[in-house]
Every structure is written in structure tokens, then in C-alpha cells.
């Protein structure tokens, strides 16, 4: 059974950290993207960032460069997203995904539950 459970979530003050985790089982880890999503009320999900399976290459948008880090450790099936310099607008249900390649038309996706970030003075 394929499971992504996100844990770390919580209330912090602006400028304050909090790290991530996404645990998973079930698909065979190292070969799949993993990204982090998030969405606020009432708007669309977005793309937080990204990181390949094996080379660990990443991708960040751009909102979160020089603030956030995606990891990943293959040995643990774990995904992680460090938080720094939060922001109130980092306000959001982070979302763990993970995405492997099927051709040229079709990806397999899974996706976990979300974790809720609220960050306010």
C-alpha cells in the first residue's frame, strides 16, 4: 500500500524555522521526483520545490530560494523540507508528492495528506 505522511507542521513566529518530513513506503522511493506543494485558502496549489531520485538534483521556486532546502534520504524512503526566514504569506498546507515518469504522456503520482504551517506574530 502506498503511504506519504507528512509530519512537522505547526505555528511559528516570522523569521522562525521548522523542518518537514515526509515518510513513505509502498513504491520503490529512489526512483520517483519528490516535490513539496502548498496551498492557503482559497488559492491554487503551487510548487514549493523539487528533488530528483538518485543524483539529488533540486529545483526551488523561486518565492523560497535561499530560505528552504529540500533533502531526501533514499536509505529512510524520506523526504524533508527545512524552513527557514518564515514568512506570514509561507501560510499554507504543505503537500508531499511523489512522481515518476511513465513514457512521454502519463506520470505516476502519489500524494500524502498535508501538514498545516501557520506563521504569525
Known amino acids: 500500500q502506498v503511504q506519504l505522511a507528512e509530519s512537522g507542521g505547526g505555528s511559528v513566529q516570522p523569521g522562525g524555522s521548522l523542518r518537514l518530513s515526509c515518510a513513505t513506503s509502498?513504491?520503490?522511493?529512489?526512483?520517483?521526483?519528490m516535490s513539496w506543494y502548498r496551498q492557503a485558502p482559497g488559492k491554487e496549489r503551487e510548487l514549493v520545490a523539487s528533488?530528483?531520485?538518485?543524483?539529488?538534483?533540486?529545483n526551488y521556486a523561486d518565492f523560497v530560494k535561499g530560505r528552504f532546502t529540500i533533502s531526501r534520504d533514499n536509505t529512510k524512503n524520506t523526504v524533508y523540507l527545512q524552513m527557514n526566514s518564515l514568512k506570514p504569506e509561507d501560510t499554507a498546507v504543505y503537500y508531499c508528492k511523489a512522481r515518476r515518469r511513465i513514457g512521454v504522456s502519463r506520470n505516476d503520482d502519489y500524494w500524502g495528506q498535508g501538514t498545516q504551517v501557520t506563521v504569525s506574530s
Open positions: 528533488i530528483f531520485g538518485t543524483a539529488g538534483s533540486t
Open positions: 509502498g513504491f520503490t522511493f529512489n526512483t520517483y521526483t
